[in-house]
């Protein structure tokens, strides 16, 4: 039986539907254009809190 590792919750959500909705948000991975663009210097916590905000934010896109 293989295990596999948990994912890296600091992980990047992009999954390449780079697509801005009117409030700014990516309809692909559910960040804020600001968010996309401060990536790189997050640390891996401020990047898993984003990951927590843009689920978050799909989840209530999808409610609609």
Known sequence: ???FPEPDPSAS???KVCVLDSEQMC???GRLLQEIA???Q???AERAAVNDRAAARLRSRERR
């Open 38 to 40: 401060d990536w790189s």
């Open 42 to 44: 997050m640390s891996p």
């Open 1 to 3: 039986m293989h295990e």
């Open 27 to 29: 309809i692909g991975c």
């Open 13 to 15: 959500p992009c999954i």
